[in-house]
């Protein structure tokens, strides 16, 4: 804001020795009745006039007979023009310098006042959403939310510009079907809760049911309390088995969201009901665009739906893992998943293999030396019927070593989930990497999802 200079007048210049100010506006009160003493000339002619004059002519006498009259005279005078400016200039002067200082800070600039009554924690999520809704509406999902308000949420950009995810995701969202028990939801919750992370945010969602109903939390057990109030119950389930589950919609609620921050956010989805939709690029393009993870442990019994790998592919293609998992060992598959203290994977890759035989993949390029998390799916769908061996492998000039998983650990090592996890030490430089497999049926071929994760 420019600030402008005016003129002042200064009474002190027009008078040697200025009035008090309550003396100048008495003085400007008392005008009407101020009298003036001049000569009379009643009764005289033009002879008496110039008599009057010649007697006062010589300016000794003149000036000390009338001195004071002619100072107070003077003194009026300035009295008059100094009310003039102040009743009449001076008010016009001020009253333009405010309109214009008003009307140039008005439209360029908020009062400090204002700008420290805003909450911080408003303006980041102000800031957050404007990140994530500067985008084309490619649709939009209406659902119904608890209790009884109808919301539409609208689709997120495909573009993969929307966010910069963080070091580590301040979002965990915990998505469970309807379907399951309410032991299956409660353990593998309490399976989670149990080991150390580092999330800001946590959800909940529980989906295949009617009436969809997101809610967040900072604090780990008021995220308990939501899901034990809202466990699986038959009674808003989906009627017949012939009706796909709804888990699209959760992605799009969730992802639609101004309360968390969903940019590099992670997912945990509990799927008992497959979807009918076989179509999944539209909700990759959705989860990619905010650099989120799906990871998805699925029941090794459906209660619905006819689309198998759907949510395998959803999560193969975005970085994540797909499990396959008996419902009473869920706590075990959650306790496996790669969700805690290193949940990116700096190396991930998807391979499709049948029979036996070997397959180069991509090299690994770890920035240190130090040990990582190795997750691998040796098989996309259940049950178990013809994986024997795999053999995942690195070597360079100065350092190897390999990870092996057996047809004789799936049953009781993970009791008979196809998720696999161990540790591999790792140097600083550059490994190719190979994985020797073996499957019984040489036919059926799998689609096996092979990550490595850091610590930091």
């Not at 008496?48 to 009026?76: D, N």
């Not at 706590?331 to 700096?346: F, G, Q």
Request: proline share 5%.
């Amino acid at each position: 804001m420019q600030e402008f200079n005016g003129y002042r007048t200064d009474i002190n210049d027009l008078f040697n020795s200025p009035p008090k100010t309550e003396d100048a506006r008495n003085n400007d009160n008392n005008n009407s009745s101020m009298e003036y003493e001049y000569p009379s000339t009643e009764g005289n002619g033009e002879e008496g006039i110039y008599e009057y004059i010649t007697e006062i002519s010589k300016p000794a006498s003149f000036f000390k007979k009338y001195c004071c009259r002619l100072l107070a005279v003077l003194i009026l005078a300035g009295l008059v023009a100094v009310s003039i400016i102040v009743c009449f200039v001076w008010p016009k002067i001020f009253h333009h310098t405010v309109t214009t200082t008003t009307s140039r800070t008005a439209p360029d600039s908020t009062p400090t006042y204002t700008t420290t009554k805003i909450p911080t924690t408003t303006t980041t999520r102000i800031s957050t959403q404007t990140s994530q809704t500067t985008y084309t509406d490619h649709g939009k999902t209406t659902v119904t939310s608890r209790p009884s308000t109808r919301s539409t949420h609208s689709t997120t950009p495909t573009d993969g510009t929307s966010c910069a995810p963080t070091d580590y995701p301040s979002t965990f969202l915990f998505a469970y079907s309807n379907d399951f028990s309410s032991e299956t939801v409660s353990d593998t919750w309490d399976k989670f809760t149990h080991y150390r992370n580092y999330y800001d945010w946590f959800g909940s969602i529980r989906f295949d049911t009617e009436h969809l109903d997101i809610q967040f939390h900072k604090d780990i057990k008021d995220v308990t309390s939501t899901i034990e109030g809202n466990l699986p119950n038959p009674i808003y389930g989906f009627s017949n088995s012939s009706i796909g589950s709804n888990v699209f919609d959760v992605f799009e609620i969730f992802f639609s969201n101004t309360v968390a921050p969903v940019c590099g956010s992670i997912i945990v989805v509990l799927l008992k009901r497959y979807p009918n939709e076989a179509d999944i690029s539209r909700i990759v393009s959705l989860i990619r665009s905010h650099h989120a993870i799906v990871h998805v442990i699925t029941s090794t019994t459906p209660s619905g739906g006819s689309q198998s790998k759907t949510m395998y592919s959803v999560a193969s293609k975005t970085n994540g893992m797909g499990a396959f998992q008996h419902d009473q060992y869920f706590w075990d598959a959650i306790y496996t998943l790669p969700l805690y203290e290193p949940p990116y994977p700096i190396y991930a890759t998807t391979i499709q293999v049948s029979g036996a035989g070997t397959k180069t993949l991509p090299d690994f390029y770890p920035s240190r030396t130090d040990d990582y998390l190795i997750e691998i799916t040796y098989q996309d769908h259940v049950p178990d019927d013809s994986f024997q061996m795999l053999n995942l492998r690195w070597t360079n000039v100065g350092d190897s070593g390999s990870y092996n998983v057996y047809s004789e650990n799936v049953s009781y090592k993970w009791h008979g989930g196809t998720l696999t996890s161990g540790w591999g030490s790792f140097h600083g430089v550059n490994y190719s990497i190979s994985l020797v497999y073996n499957y019984y049926l040489g036919q059926d071929v799998q689609n096996l999802q092979i990550r490595i994760y850091s610590k930091t």
